[in-house]
């Protein structure tokens, strides 16, 4: 958890909070999407997380995505903003947080694959029509979207 977070979580408990994310759709050659392992729900995520103050969104996607993976990402390209009733989650330890999310699609990337130890388990890309059963559900709606449109054989740049 983020120390700004942590300060808004010491005066509200386990309240909901409107947080801002990014998560990024790493997609190799083989049109198989990078997921990581979390460590707090025990599910497969997009690699992502919250917005630091005074941060952008863009450098929020990437800084997660060197943070837990290793990689150091080249272009993005912006695949989606999801909230709603779909991106509210209940964390196992009674947090509650209503998730706007920034999706980003990359498929330029460099660095080594590791994990970070403290947010992930295991980082593993599979092919996008067989992907584990246990996604977190927060990014259930996006990764929902992406095997749909990988699919249909469309790309980041293909969609509206």
């Known amino acids: 958890m983020t120390g700004y977070v942590a300060s808004l ?6 309240a909901p909070l409107i947080l801002a994310g990014a ?17 707090d729900n025990a599910a497969w995520g997009l690699p992502g997380g ?8 863009e450098e929020a996607a990437r ?10 990402v ?5 695949y989606g903003v999801y909230s709603g009733r779909d991106l509210f989650y209940q964390y196992p330890n009674g947090d509650q947080v209503h998730n706007v999310t920034v999706a980003y699609m990359a498929e330029e990337y460099s660095g080594s694959l590791q994990t970070d130890g403290e947010e992930g388990r295991a980082l593993r890309f599979f092919p996008f029509d067989s ?29 509206p």
Do not use: F, K, N
């Open 131 to 159: 992907l584990p059963q246990e996604i977190s559900p927060p990014l259930v709606p996006i990764v929902r979207d992406i095997v749909r449109d990988l699919r249909r054989g469309e790309t980041a740049s293909a969609r």
């Open 23 to 39: 998560c990024v759709i790493l997609v190799d050659r083989d049109r198989r999407i990078l997921l990581q392992l979390r460590r």
């Open 50 to 57: 919250l917005l630091e103050p005074g941060e952008s969104l």
């Open 63 to 72: 800084r997660e995505v060197l943070e837990e993976t290793g990689h150091v």
């Open 74 to 78: 080249g272009a993005l390209s912006l």
């Open 9 to 14: 979580r010491s005066a509200i408990g386990h």
